[in-house]
């Protein structure tokens, strides 16, 4: 690659994301700083000047950033981005972050566990040699620039909702699944893509958005999912789909009466629906929650929220046969009702309920081997 020191280039990278190896989707690369540095950059143009930009990045002591992430396009990675392309490799970020956070670890202390805030991006443009930095941020009516600063000058830490010692394993099946899904003009394409965009939102660990203001976004997830935005009874139309996604799943009754009126049969997924949406409407219409009427505690809500859009979006790309179910997505499904049940959402709670529900998976196909059907 010829360069020139008036030649403006731009690098976009997350400093908070640390990545075990490369990743390539639909022309874009996530590659680890400094370690594939030599792929994308083999005669070291770009090094002092990449080193330069990052170190304004501290960790939690204070010192730079020394592990991140890259997203760049494979021939030209260090390319003056034009809105489109900047525009598509943030779409591509939401993709992954989704297939990160997707595979977390919950009610296990020091198990990878991400939110949307370790993948903070920046597009950073740059000139060679060029030794100043001028950040763009947005405001309400318009942007403002931010110039007159050194790299380095400015210093911006991680924050406390990044820490930790895991590298992102993204699970690259569902990323190509949510790309190849996301380039169609279907509804069900809108409807993910909106979906994982009020996901994010709800799931940055940030201190300034309140856990009622997260169950909001998460209910509008669901909607977006579920397609339900134009229904006057969002509640009764989620409750009656979501359990549809989870046919030939494992699942489990309950004759528990739900908030909803209903003394009737039904699983466990739907009890939660109706008590989520109840809680989501009270904290938007301002109405009075008695927490001693719910069998989960808003906390749980939240939990069980994540893991059931996830697995949700899971269902939904397999029904559409872009997407293969691994064997931790089928326990994921087959334990949700199990896991629900009577609330108490402890580790070992969910520890075992995939266990159990492996275990009886196995056995209805041992029986279904030994008595086919006739």
């Known amino acids: 690659m010829t360069t020139h020191a008036n030649t403006p280039y731009t690098v976009t990278f997350l400093p908070w994301l640390r990545l075990q190896e490369s990743i390539e989707t639909n022309g874009v690369v996530f590659w680890p700083f400094p370690l594939e540095a030599k792929k994308f950059d083999p005669g070291k143009q770009f090094k002092d000047q990449l080193q330069l930009v990052f170190r304004s990045y501290k960790d939690q002591t204070g010192k730079p950033i020394d592990k991140l992430t890259v997203a760049s396009f494979r021939n030209h990675p260090f390319k003056h981005l034009t809105s489109e392309e900047a525009e598509l490799i943030t779409e591509l970020v939401r993709l992954l972050v989704f297939s990160v956070i997707a595979e977390n670890q919950y009610y296990r202390q020091g198990g990878a566990y991400f939110n949307s805030t370790h993948f903070q991006h920046i597009h950073q443009r740059f000139q060679l040699g060029s030794k100043y930095v001028a950040p763009h941020t947005r405001r309400r009516d318009g942007s403002i620039l931010h110039g007159g600063y050194k790299h380095g000058e400015l210093k911006f830490s991680i924050p406390l909702q990044a820490w930790g010692r895991h590298d992102a394993r993204p699970n690259t099946t569902l990323l190509h699944s949510l790309v190849a899904l996301s380039n169609q003009t279907t509804n069900d394409a809108a409807a993910i893509r909106q979906a994982i965009d009020w996901f994010l939102l709800a799931n940055s660990d940030a201190e300034y958005v309140s856990e009622q203001t997260e169950v909001i976004l998460m209910g509008s997830a669901f909607e977006a999912l579920f397609q339900v935005q134009d229904i006057q009874e969002k509640k009764a139309a989620l409750m009656n789909r979501l359990p549809k996604l989870f046919v030939g799943c494992l699942s489990k009754k309950t004759k528990k009466a739900g908030l909803d009126g209903s003394k009737g049969m039904r699983s466990w997924k739907i009890l939660w629906m109706d008590e989520f949406y109840w809680l989501r409407s009270k904290i938007v219409h301002g109405g009075k929650i008695n927490s001693a009427r719910m069998i989960w505690s808003l906390k749980e809500h939240l939990t069980i929220a994540a893991i059931i859009l996830q697995i ?29 049940a009577n609330g108490k959402l402890p580790e070992s709670k969910l520890l075992k309920t995939r266990r159990n529900v492996r275990l009886d998976r196995a056995a209805q196909s041992a029986w279904a081997t030994l008595h086919p059907k006739k």
């Not at 979006?313 to 896991?339: P, Q, R, T």
């Open 312 to 340: 949700s979006v899971k269902l939904i790309l397999a029904e559409k046969g872009c997407y293969s179910l691994s064997s931790d997505d089928e326990a994921c499904a087959d334990g949700i009702d199990h896991f629900l």
